[in-house]
C-alpha cells in the first residue's frame, strides 16, 4: 500500500462526506426560506399534475433557458446530456457492470467531447458577452475551469495515456467497504481524482447547488391557484396561531 493511495483514500471520504452532509444541510436551508406569495412564473400550471410535468419539461429540456437564449441553451444541454452519460458510464467503477452498462459504454466515452465542447461554449459566453462577464464572478469560471479540467484529463486516460481500470475499480470498491486498495501511480490519473475530489468540496458552497435548487424553486414548483385556494405558509400559520393564542390570553385576562 502506497502513500499516495492511503492519502486519495482519505481525501475521497473526506469529500463524500462533506458533499452529503453539505448538500443535505443547503437543501434543507433553502426548504426552510419563507415564500409567502404564490409566485409561479407564468403562464403557470394550474394542477399538481401540471407543475410536474413543467419540473420534467424544465430539468430535462431546460425549457425556459431555451426561451431565453438558443446560444445558451445548445451549450448548456450538451454539457449537461454529456455529462449524464459519462457519469453512468462511470458507475462501472462502484458495481459490476450489467447489460445497460455495457451498452452505454461507447456513447458514455464519447460523450467526453460534447461534454469539452458544451463547457467551452459557456467558458466563451462569459468571456465574450460583454453583459454576462460583467456579472460573472471568479467563481463562475473557476466552476468551468475545474469541470473542463476533469473532463480533458478523463479524456486523455481514455484515448493517449490509459491506466489500469481494474486497479481503479478496486481502490473504488475497496474505498466502499473501508479497505484500501492500491492506486496506479499514473500522474494524469491522479490530477483528474484530484480535480473531482476539489469538485465534491466546493460543490454545496458553489452555484452548482442549482442542481438540486431547481426543484425547491417556488418560482417554478407551485400551482397557480391563488384565487382557488388561500396560499399559506408554514411559518405564517405558526405566527397566526401565536398571534390568536396572545389575543386570547389578553382577552380573558
Do not use: C
Not at 462501472?92 to 461554449?121: C, D, H, N, W
Not at 456579472?135 to 490509459?162: C, N, R
Not at 492500491?182 to 465534491?200: E, K, N, R, T
Amino acid at each position: 500500500m502506497t502513500f499516495v493511495s492511503i492519502l486519495y483514500g482519505l481525501l475521497f471520504w473526506a469529500a463524500t462526506l462533506i458533499l452529503v452532509v453539505g448538500v443535505g444541510r443547503r437543501i434543507y436551508f433553502y426548504m426552510q426560506i419563507p415564500v409567502p406569495l404564490k409566485i409561479p412564473t407564468t403562464p403557470a400550471p394550474i394542477t399538481q399534475g401540471g407543475v410536474v410535468w413543467r419540473m420534467f419539461r424544465e430539468v430535462v429540456f431546460f425549457q425556459s433557458l431555451f426561451r431565453a437564449s438558443k446560444y445558451t441553451w445548445l451549450f448548456a444541454f450538451l454539457f449537461h446530456m454529456a455529462l449524464w452519460l459519462v457519469l453512468l458510464r462511470h458507475t462501472r467503477y462502484f458495481m459490476e457492470i450489467g447489460a445497460f452498462l455495457s451498452f452505454i459504454q461507447p456513447f458514455g466515452k464519447y460523450a467526453s467531447f460534447a461534454m469539452v465542447l458544451g463547457l467551452t461554449g459557456l467558458l466563451a459566453r462569459r468571456i465574450l458577452v460583454d453583459r454576462v462577464r460583467y456579472i460573472s464572478a471568479p467563481s463562475d469560471f473557476l466552476m468551468l475551469a475545474l469541470l473542463m479540467g476533469i473532463g480533458l484529463s478523463g479524456m486523455l486516460m481514455t484515448f493517449v495515456a490509459h491506466t489500469d481500470i481494474v486497479m481503479v475499480k478496486g481502490f473504488f470498491r475497496g474505498l466502499i467497504t473501508f479497505d484500501f486498495s492500491p492506486l496506479p501511480a499514473s500522474p494524469i490519473l491522479l490530477l483528474h481524482l484530484l480535480l473531482v475530489a476539489v469538485l465534491m468540496l466546493v460543490f454545496p458552497i458553489s452555484k452548482l447547488m442549482h442542481a438540486p435548487g431547481v426543484f425547491l424553486s417556488p418560482t417554478r414548483n407551485q400551482v397557480d391557484n391563488p384565487r382557488e385556494k388561500r396560499h399559506i405558509s408554514k411559518w405564517a400559520l405558526e405566527l397566526e396561531q401565536q398571534q390568536k393564542t396572545y389575543l386570547d390570553e389578553v382577552k380573558h385576562g
